[in-house]
């Protein structure tokens, strides 16, 4: 119970750490959200009317008093579910704005994610199985090469020659002139508009699977259980599957459980490349446009997502490997 106990008790300090972060950091930006929807009305070069800022202060219902009392108004919002009216996305609340971003986000980056541990899994694994051959050469260098690759930069290269040069795809957007709905031609345009950010995503995301099982594998077979088990006569994929592979499996789920709880923060530079309507473009236009509501609610959700799969991952392995309990 002490290490249960303890995980759930540093999973409270540190949502308290980051709600009050969360609350700090956009304060701490310059410029004024207000006067830059003015300076937009009226355009660069207008002059901006102090009353028309008020105005607009009053009307987005920008906190006003001390930073203490305000800080107190927002915990008492997040309390009650209110995390206010988007300045973006004016006058839409903020839960409004996110739901409608929020399956966008799931398709793309959620299915991404889960293919990338799949196919990463498993080349790792089999490039550690085969330790120092062609395929283990091809597959570590490789990896190395492309992980250290921008993602903007390769987004923008496959949005050139998919969308530009062959024409195959749709260069921005989640779906056409198709009406939304259950229906076979909506379905397949949206597969078509998500088909280059996904493919992106899917250049990079699997590399560190590859990388991490590889090397926990690679140790892994050097345990004397391993030797033990050829040394029984065990067949190489007995022994390859149910114990090397096995046992270096848990780092890796751990890693994809901190990815999937990073689901909420997208992938802002692939959704503004290609202007996919997600949560990742969301919190590129609430940062560029101040939209203190919208961003605080996005980093919110995004770190509460990762602190929550976090503390599930602890709590598995509490179960899963009685070390963990002791050495706490």
Do not use: C
């Not at 006067?35 to 009307?59: F, I, K, N």
């Not at 990388?211 to 690679?218: A, F």
């Amino acid at each position: 119970m002490k290490y249960f106990a303890s995980k759930i008790g540093y999973f409270l300090l540190t949502v308290w750490a980051a709600v009050t972060l969360n609350f700090l950091i956009p304060r701490l930006q310059p410029g004024d959200p207000a006067e830059v929807m003015v300076r937009r009305l009226s355009g660069e070069t207008g002059q901006v009317d102090p009353a028309q800022v008020e105005a607009v202060r009053a009307m987005l219902g920008q906190p006003t008093g001390s930073l203490w009392s305000q800080y107190w108004d927002y915990l008492g919002a997040l309390l009650s579910g209110d995390f206010g009216v988007s300045f973006t996305y004016f006058p839409f609340p903020v839960t409004e704005v996110i739901a409608k971003a929020l399956p966008w986000t799931v398709l793309l980056v959620g299915l991404t994610q889960v293919l990338s541990f799949v196919i990463g899994t498993l080349l790792g694994a089999w490039a550690a199985w085969r330790r120092n051959s062609r395929f283990d050469g091809f597959i570590s260098i490789g990896s190395t090469f492309i992980g250290n690759l921008q993602t903007f930069w390769i987004g923008l290269l496959i949005l050139f020659f998919g969308a530009y040069e062959l024409g195959w795809f749709p260069a921005s957007g989640g779906y056409g002139y198709t009406t939304p709905g259950w229906n076979g031609q909506f379905v397949a345009d949206v597969i078509a508009h998500a088909f280059l950010p996904a493919l992106t995503l899917m250049v990079t995301a699997p590399i560190g699977f590859i990388l991490g099982m590889r090397n926990t594998m690679v140790m892994t077979l050097g345990e004397d259980y391993i030797r033990l088990a050829r040394a029984e006569g065990l067949s190489d994929r007995t022994v390859a599957l149910k114990y090397a592979a096995r046992n270096a499996l848990l780092p890796s789920v751990t890693n994809f459980a901190l990815s999937l709880g990073a689901l909420f923060g997208g992938s802002i530079l692939v959704e503004t490349i290609f202007d996919y309507p997600g949560l990742g473009r969301l919190i590129g236009e609430a940062t560029s446009n101040r939209d203190f509501p919208l961003m605080q609610a996005l980093l919110l959700f995004t770190i509460l997502a990762v602190l929550v799969a976090n503390l599930i991952t602890d709590l598995l392995y509490g179960v899963l490997d009685p070390r963990a309990r002791k050495e706490s």
